[in-house]
């Protein structure tokens, strides 16, 4: 599932604050402040353990000092380092985390772009309540597993 | 004007944004992430849009008067403008953007000068909306009352 233009409906939504999150950390990678700062808040609400990185090198950098995210939100164009260079980056190293891309309003081709560098889902920014809870949602099932 | 008359104000005053365009359901969104860990929060994210926007459109008026004209630069600066627009919610300004970065791609000079007269106008204005608003939410908090939702 790419989540591209996914519906509300289309989504098994819970409230986040159904899920206990207190043991998820979170990677928010976005050139932009305001952008970092409302994802940060946006998953702090859910319970989340949540770092920022400006750029996509910072992202793959914190990965290769032994950090250690359960989701990494990747913002897709970004100096330095873009998302879809990085994710690909971060999929060789061996992550495992959840990677989600957040793009602006693109053509299906710029995110089919960005899915097939090794995202688990993309959505356009910002990330909506829904669009959390249904993320957080996937995380707790797939540790639940583990 | 007395406590109620200022919560009733607010109340006309934001729900008059949201009926003219000037915001969206993401400004409700920003709102609702605000609480008493983050009393804040809204003033805090928005005074970023005002910082991010002035800086991108002296940016954008800049490129626009070289001689050369760099509209590559320009497209991904007006992508920024966009993305910020977006996420707190100031419609007018982010659908400007849309037909900006169109231009952009057009390389159409007049065109982009054109949309960045309109994109400084509509931010002028919702920037003037917002901090009167965050006055009127200071006031009532000022006079011992609570903001509405």
């Known amino acids: 599932m790419s989540?591209?233009?996914?519906?509300?409906s289309s989504l098994n939504m819970i409230s986040g604050e159904d899920v206990v999150n207190n043991n998820l950390s979170a990677l928010v990678v976005d050139d932009s402040p305001l952008l970092r700062l409302l994802h940060d808040i946006h998953l702090k609400k859910y319970g989340l353990k949540v770092q920022v990185a400006e750029n996509g090198k910072v992202a793959v950098d914190l990965f290769h000092l032994g950090a250690s995210f359960d989701l990494v939100l990747m913002d897709k164009e970004m100096p330095v380092m873009n998302g879809v260079e990085a994710t690909k980056e971060l999929r060789a190293m061996g992550v495992t985390s959840m990677i989600v891309g957040v793009t602006s309003k693109n053509g299906p081709g710029e995110q089919q772009a960005f899915m097939e560098a090794g995202l688990d889902y993309c959505f356009e920014k910002p990330l909506t309540p829904e669009i959390i809870s249904f993320l957080l949602e996937e995380l707790n099932k797939h540790n639940n597993k583990n | 004007m007395d406590l109620v008359q200022l919560q009733r104000q607010l109340v006309d005053y934001r729900t008059s944004l949201y009926h003219e365009g000037f915001l969206d359901e993401q400004f409700t969104q920003l709102q609702s992430l605000q609480d008493e860990n983050n009393p804040d929060f809204v003033v805090e994210v928005v005074?970023?849009?005002?910082?991010?926007?002035?800086?991108?459109?002296?940016e954008l008026s800049k490129a626009l008067e070289q001689q050369v004209i760099d509209f590559k630069r320009m497209d991904a600066q007006v992508h920024q403008l966009k993305g910020s627009s977006s996420s707190i919610g100031a419609h007018r300004v982010q659908?400007?953007?849309?037909?900006?970065?169109?231009?952009?791609?057009?390389?159409?000079?007049?065109?982009?000068?054109?949309c960045l007269q309109q994109?400084?106008?509509e931010y002028g204005?919702?920037?003037?909306?917002?901090?009167?608003?965050?006055?009127l939410e200071q006031q009532i908090l000022n006079a011992g009352g609570s903001i509405p939702v």
């Open chain 2, 47 to 58: 005074s970023l849009f005002f910082e991010d926007s002035e800086r991108l459109l002296n």
């Open chain 2, 125 to 135: 204005i919702i920037k003037t909306k917002l901090e009167s608003m965050f006055q």
């Open chain 2, 119 to 121: 994109v400084k106008h």
């Open chain 1, 3 to 8: 989540g591209n233009g996914a519906s509300s």
């Open chain 2, 95 to 114: 659908k400007l953007c849309i037909v900006f970065r169109n231009y952009c791609e057009a390389q159409n000079v007049e065109g982009c000068l054109k």
